[in-house]
């Protein structure tokens, strides 16, 4: 499970990641959020802590 946060006061919430994609410069993760379903993000931008494995 995973917290997204951003250093604005945007907050997307929990979600488990379901999918890494690691091709090319631009690593990607796909979550599913409780709250605001999947999102596709990029990782070098996206504010991700891991809650538990």
Not at 12 to 39: H, L, P, S, Y
Request: aromatic share 10%.
């Amino acid at each position: 499970m995973v917290f997204s946060k951003s250093p604005s006061a945007f907050r997307v919430g929990f979600g488990v990641v379901t999918e890494i994609d690691e091709q090319g410069a631009n690593k990607k993760a796909k979550v599913d959020f409780e709250q605001a379903g999947e999102k596709t993000l990029l990782l070098s931008f996206a504010k991700l802590r891991i809650l538990d494995k």
